[in-house]
T-cell receptor, first 111, second 115 residues
Framework: RKEVEQDPGPFNVPEGATVAFNCTYS??????FFWYRQDCRKEPKLLMS???SGNEDGRFTAQLNRASQYISLLIRDSKLSDSATYLC????????????FGAGTRLAVHP | EAGVTQFPSHSVIEKGQTVTLRCDPI?????LYWYRRVMGKEIKFLLH????????ESGMPNNRFLAERTGGTYSTLKVQPAELEDSGVYFC?????????????FGEGSRLTVL
């Protein structure tokens, strides 16, 4: 089983739509969680951290469910510029001590 | 402030040849990481330097891979001899603090194609 699992997509949505991505992680000792964004043939960049209480940054909302080992990212009012691959990233300690990346979920926003 | 730079951006070599990838981290970042993305798979950790010391090299696939960071500045990743399965994008990243802040600054990657 992969340490971080994501639906690869692609999610094809029209501009203005709301889209949600999910991610599950296998290591219950994982401590910190993040969403990265990667544009085609570019480097990954940190989008936002994910806090236990949930957090929002403009049109983006991230949530964490530790009991279910599940992370989500919600994008409201999708823009063409949101088209990218969204990577779920987990920091696991307890022998791992590294950032572990999911394979990513591809989002394509169309006019 | 300059970002993480990697060279070359793309390298095509034949099986059995040697390739050396270079990474220049953001100035002042003691932590330097190498990751690799093989086609269709997730970005996987290779190793982590703190200054010139290898903090964790548990992700290095085998002894054909050698990473160095002399003087704690730039780093090189050498693959010798290269095999077909080494093809992929090699990302370098750096950070001022360690992993737990979650923010790694990545370079654009070095795409390696082994024929």
């Amino acid at each position: 089983r992969k340490e971080v699992e994501q639906d690869p997509g692609p999610f094809n949505v029209p501009e203005g739509a709301t889209v949600a991505f999910n991610c599950t992680y296998s290591n219950s000792a994982s401590q910190s969680f993040f969403w990265y964004r990667q544009d085609c043939r570019k480097e990954p960049k940190l989008l936002m951290s994910v806090y236990s209480s949930g957090n929002e940054d403009g049109r983006f909302t991230a949530q964490l469910n530790r009991a279910s080992q599940y992370i989500s990212l919600l994008i409201r009012d999708s823009k063409l510029s949101d088209s990218a691959t969204y990577l779920c990233v987990v920091f696991s300690s307890g022998g791992y001590n590294k950032l572990i990346f999911g394979a990513g979920t591809r989002l394509a926003v169309h006019p | 402030e300059a970002g993480v730079t990697q060279f070359p951006s793309h390298s095509v070599i034949e099986k059995g040849q040697t390739v050396t990838l270079r990474c220049d981290p953001i100035s002042g970042h003691d932590n330097l990481y190498w990751y690799r993305r093989v086609m269709g798979k997730e970005i996987k950790f290779l190793l982590h330097f703190v200054k010139e010391s290898k903090q964790d090299e548990s992700g290095m696939p085998n002894n054909r891979f050698l990473a160095e960071r002399t003087g704690g500045t730039y780093s090189t990743l050498k693959v010798q001899p290269a095999e077909l399965e080494d093809s992929g994008v090699y990302f370098c990243a750096s950070s001022r603090q360690g992993f737990n802040t979650g923010e790694l600054f990545f370079g654009e990657g070095s795409r390696l194609t082994v024929l």
